[in-house]
Antibody
Framework: QVQLVQSGAEVKQPGASVKVSCKAS????????MHWVRQAPGQGLKWMGW????????NYAQEFQGRVTMTRDMSITTFYMELSSLRSDDTAVYYC????????WGRGTLLTVSS | EIVLTQSPGTLSLSPGERATLSCRAS???????LAWYQQKPGQAPRLLIS???SRATGIPDRFSGSVSGTDFTLTISRLEPEDFAVYYC?????????FGQGTKVEIK
């Protein structure tokens, strides 16, 4: 069965960086792009971008351009999303979600940005 | 960027009633690549419908999706207690992918 297991909650100071992981299993790693979506407390969902696991090509939402980096490690079937220059409004739950229709989701990683 | 506008913001209904949720796109959605998700508190979203009208694996047939031009509809034929949640639409036909702001279906 498809599983996306995300790393644990993080607390960071403003200006720092965070790297969230998403370990994929139960399907062929290179068959599906991985998307990242975030949700601020009490708010809706916001798409951040995707990564092609075969080529490593990425496509980021303009809002996050220059601050986000999505990567993957094929040897351990794991995806990563790194966000830099953190601000308080980056406080949110970050989800990885498989494929453009997002048929499977990780449980989310809570990032708290606070001094 | 395609803007998705969901209505109503909140829908107050009783179990057994029919729920009709709307998602209007600001422009044409390529290939009707529109999905619906259900989200309960503290949980990740769950895919219900993709391609405007195709139910995801394991989704009960009381959930159905339809489209007319740029107007997309999610219908829950008879609400079960577990259906009370927030519902989001998302278009994935063109980048950036965008979500609607959500419709909360609450118990009346």
């Amino acid at each position: 069965q498809v599983q996306l297991v995300q790393s644990g909650a993080e607390v960071k100071q403003p200006g720092a960086s965070v790297k969230v992981s998403c370990k994929a299993s139960g399907y062929t790693f290179t068959d599906s792009y991985m998307h990242w979506v975030r949700q601020a407390p009490g708010q809706g969902l916001k798409w951040m971008g995707w990564i092609n696991p075969s080529s490593g090509d990425t496509n980021y939402a303009q809002e996050f351009q220059g601050r986000v980096t999505m990567t993957r490690d094929m040897s351990i079937t794991t995806f990563y999303m790194e966000l830099s220059s953190l601000r308080s409004d980056d406080t949110a739950v970050y989800y990885c979600a498989r494929a453009k229709q997002s048929d499977f989701w990780g449980r989310g990683t809570l990032l708290t940005v606070s001094s | 960027e395609i803007v998705l506008t969901q209505s109503p913001g909140t829908l107050s209904l009783s179990p057994g009633e029919r729920a009709t949720l709307s998602c209007r796109a600001s422009q044409s959605v390529s290939s009707n690549y529109l999905a619906w998700y259900q989200q309960k508190p503290g949980q990740a979203p769950r895919l219900l419908i993709s391609g405007a009208s195709s139910r995801a694996t394991g989704i009960p047939d009381r959930f159905s999706g339809s489209v007319s031009g740029t107007d997309f509809t999610l219908t829950i034929s008879r609400l079960e207690p577990e259906d009370f949640a927030v519902y989001y639409c998302k278009q994935y036909g063109s980048s950036p992918y965008t979500f609607g702001q959500g419709t909360k279906v609450e118990i009346k």
